[in-house]
Each structure stands twice: as C-alpha cells, then as structure tokens.
C-alpha cells in the first residue's frame, strides 16, 4: 500500500448537496480498496481561470492509502465523473524522496576551507 493525496473540484451547484457528491468520490476510493486516511474539506472557492463555464468550485483533499495498480482505475472514474470538474492524483511518498536532503549539511567543508582552497588553486595557476 502506498500513500496518495487527492484533490477534487467538484461542481459549485453540488453545494447544496455537498454530502452525496463527497460520498460519491469516498465510495469510489474504497470500492477500489483504498482507505481513507483523511478528510479535507475547504468548501467553495474562487477558482484561478473558469473550469466548464464555471468561476468557483468546490475543493476536497482526500490522504488515501492504496494498492498502487488501483490508482489508473480511480483515475478514470474520476475522468468521468459528472460531479468532479478536476482533480488530481500525487503519490506523497515520492514527494518525501524528492524533498529528502541530497547531502548532509555536517559534512559541508566550512566557507573558510573553501576561500582557502580557491586561493591555493589560484597561487599554484600562476607559479605554472
């Protein structure tokens, strides 16, 4: 299992009923044999350009913990979903491998070891 996060807009008229469309989204993650680890949900918000004819939208974050050949299937339903204007998938375990630090800070030679080491490059260039 690994750990996703997912992000809908759903339609802004869905506010009324803003339950059965939510349930609709959760349904769909755990028939696929996702568990839903967290709810988000921030409500109805300007959106940055018009999706569908439509100004605002209606955003939900879901943290899902899922069989990684299921998301391709959740990924097409969400496609053709009527309620769901966009969404995104994002895996977060790549997002800690990417946000993992390349090296350790420890291990860094000081500012004054490497001011020395360009001075003594530089005297051995002209001694040449």
Not at 57 to 65: D, K, N, R
């Amino acid at each position: 299992m690994r750990h996703y996060e997912v992000a809908v807009v759903m339609h802004p008229d869905l506010e009324i009923d803003l339950e059965r469309a939510a349930s609709k989204v959760e349904t769909m993650i755990t028939a696929l044999g996702g568990k839903i680890d967290k709810k988000d949900n921030w409500g109805k918000r300007k959106l940055a350009y018009r999706i569908k004819k439509q100004d605002w939208g209606i955003y939900a974050f879901y943290q899902v913990s899922m069989d990684p050949s299921q998301i391709q299937p959740l990924d097409n339903t969400l496609r053709i979903t009527d309620e769901v204007m966009r969404y995104l998938i994002v895996s977060i375990d790549d997002i800690k491998i990417i946000m993992k630090p390349k090296s350790d800070p420890k291990k860094r030679p000081s500012r004054s070891e490497d001011t020395a080491n360009t001075q003594d490059t530089a005297e051995a260039a002209k001694d040449k």
